[in-house]
């Protein structure tokens, strides 16, 4: 198939220090490419891709140093340079969050497919999507469609990691220690983390940004819980040193109080075999195998019992599931899977014909 | 003639506290209604307005108290109704700044008129814009044009008010001050006004908001400054104590850094009789009549020399110079007008054919 993938501009592909979004567009490229596809991607010039590459902004919104940017205009003509392309591919693969793509394809939906990458409870989306309700989507897990039940879902396709990209740790440190990764947020509950830690006696390690909008709350109600010693804080950490932080683990706690439409960190944990304890919320049920990979709790207490569960866990076993239902590869196969059925459907018996030819 | 504007969805219209633009869109709506125009306006739904509301979304999206909004798909909303109902009207006027409507109209910019309310210096304004390059535009000053050069530019309408928005107090304070009204942003250099005032010996009176972004500079550079006798800072005043503020001002400073597209407070001093010094930056040639409703300034020994100057004006003959070319009803009319070129460019004879049926 002639796939063409359409990133957001706020980061490169893949992006030069965070981003999830444009990690998994990167490992989807790949991984399609890989299976013999010919792919191409729309994306900031400073981006780097086996698939080929169609720049359509210098450099990514975010780390351009030029100090007035339009992210409508730079995405604006993005979406004009796709559309004038539209007849080289069978289908168009977008990856931008809030539909702005759609007036440029609204003459033909059918031809392409667009996985929005956050949450979904926002004020102003379902009333926009019923305006175009046929654009074809797909959701990275069944809990982040909730708040768009209505729009026409054609599939869900959890995240997957290159199989190669984090390793379990054969001789690890002991005893371990708790792990908690991402930004220091009243969403993530850094203080349910350590309150677990504390009362299961374990240490706790936490590798997190302080983002601008989470300082009140970060020097209010985490910092003064950080003695250096029960509760150890990290900082932002590198990608370099994230396995050792996560392979190195016990556990990773992920006690999360919001809608977390996948939760990357949860499967880089279980690439290195490390069990996660993660709060009901979100598509954590979906994402962690009950007893096997981690445990999902409702309460400080259950995630106390769980820990002490998880910590016994057979780590080959964590990492043997990783490797079925989270593998980079696995996540193009679905998503080529669905662009197929895409393409059978708009036109039956199309690509027969082609066959044929 | 049939004309729809199209709001910003940020602030209701008009607005409910700060917001220039909504302002500005208030006042030439009504001006066209009472010109005789039936007059559509597209705009949140807590707006009011005395030509037919189309209410878009609940309510403006600034003050909205839910937590999660998407400007993006709200306006997205907005502009798929505009162009549905498009053949309701001879001529659709919008007032946002970076083109998102451009891609629902490609095929009838002739029936489209633009104007960008702010600043058109971003990096991706240009690039966008070659992709539509048939849409007219029309610019607040010649200034604002600069950066955006090539557009299909149709007409510069200066903005204008209500002549019985604000009038000159008969009976001012005497001796009077220097007045200063704004935000305290580096760019409207707070700092030259407080040189300039301790420089002639006159009192100023600083009535600003300090936004989130400029907190850092107000406490390190402008705060120190403020003796509360010879500079005194009021902070925010609402629209009722503006009468009092600037007209009882000897002058306005407006010693501004920045590419300024219009200036709105320049023609409020004005409406009051009070003369302004301000820097050569952004429109203000264009708006200030040298000699007679205030001075352009280069260095702060040219701004001591014009308060003196200014200071001394018939502010009588401001205020007449007002009348002339800032009235809100110049502004509707010259819209109008242009309005008009548009459609007997777009279709030759039919305004005349109308008119034999």
Redesign the interface.
Known sequence: MRIAHVAPLFESVPPRYYGGTERIITYLVDGLVELGHEVTLFASGDSKTTATLVPV?DQALRL?P?P???????H??M???VRRRADEFDIIHFHLS???H???FQDMPERTVTTPHG?L?????P???R??PHFPMISISHRQRQPLAEANWVGTVHHGLPLDLYKPIPRRQEPGYLAFLGRLSRDKRPDRAIEIARRTGMKLRIAAKVGEDDRAYFHGTVEPLIDGVSVEYLGEIGEDQKADFLGNAAALLFPIDWPEPFGLVVIEAMAFGTPVVAWNSGAMHEIIDEGVTGHVVDSIDGAIAAVGSATKFDRNLVRAAFEKRFSATRMARDYAAIYGQLLDTASPGRRIGAMAV
């Not at 007035?68 to 730079?74: E, G, M, T």
């Not at 409870?121 to 989306?125: G, H, Q, T």
């Open positions: 902004r351009d030029y007035l940017k339009s992210q409508i205009a730079a604006l003509a979406l004009d340079e809030h539909f702005l759609f007036p440029f949450r409870d926002y004020k102003d989306l009333g926009a999507y305006r175009w």
